[in-house]
């Protein structure tokens, strides 16, 4: 199966206070690639990171980083010190890689972050 | 750089007719996705053009169509609406490769009643 879990549906905050949100991914495939996208209310799903199965190392950017370990199929999340501006919904998703593959992106089904001031 | 633009921002229809959602790709990008996103879940994946071929497709029956144009363009066609189509579409541009971050644009919101 290709599937990706996002078990935390809501998750609220208070501002400054970090926060992480979990991903769990299945796929038969052994190149993949794995993306963290923003959904803010206006709708418009904002790209915010890509790694691909054979990256292991963590990435940091800013206050977001990502933890991407395969041997749990996990690439979770984490914002530091976070603001209300990062209240949105948050989605995590992949792109399994075969022969006559197309991109599409297979969703979880999202975590919405509130932070509150 | 001129990122993903769809029209219209929102649609009301009735059951039973037709409807028309366009989307201009980001410049630099010859692939377009579509995808329907039902209130409170994933988008989840329709189709997927490239040289104005359909090449990838959903769990979504014949009356979800579409049409990419020679400038990349593409339009999404819903025949027969049914209460079940009301969702924010989004429209999704990126280069041909496996694994090409996709950009989106703001989405079109259709409400069939």
């Known amino acids: 199966a290709q599937k990706v879990t996002q078990a935390q549906t809501e998750i609220s905050v208070v501002e400054k206070e970090d926060v992480t949100l979990d991903c769990v991914y299945e796929?038969?495939?052994?190149?993949?690639?794995l993306f963290w996208y923003k959904q803010p209310p206006s709708g418009e799903l904002v790209f915010l990171i890509r790694r691909n199965s054979f990256d292991e190392q963590n990435e940091i950017s800013g206050r977001y980083s990502w933890n991407f370990q395969k041997s749990t199929s996990s690439f979770n999340f984490t914002i530091t010190a976070s603001q209300v501006v990062d209240s949105a919904v948050y989605f995590c998703a992949l792109i399994p890689f075969s022969k006559g593959a197309t991109n599409k992106l297979i969703f979880g089904t999202g975590t919405l972050l509130a932070v509150q001031p | 750089e001129t990122g993903v633009t769809q029209s219209p921002t929102h649609l009301i229809k009735t059951r039973g007719q037709q409807v028309t959602l366009r989307c201009s790709s980001q410049s630099g990008h010859n692939t377009v996705s579509w995808y329907q996103q039902a209130l409170g879940q994933g988008p989840q994946f329709i189709f997927q053009?490239?040289?104005?071929?359909?090449?990838g497709r959903g769990n979504f029956p014949p009356r979800f169509s579409g049409l990419q144009f020679p400038n990349y363009s593409s339009e999404l066609n819903v025949n027969a609406l049914e209460l079940d189509d009301s969702a924010l579409y989004l429209c999704?541009?990126?280069?041909?490769?496996?694994?090409?971050?996709?950009?989106f644009g703001n989405g079109t919101r259709l409400t069939v009643t």
């Open positions: 999704a541009s990126s280069g041909r490769d496996v694994g090409s971050p996709l950009h």
């Open positions: 796929t038969r495939d052994t190149t993949y690639y």
């Open positions: 053009y490239y040289r104005e071929e359909e090449n």
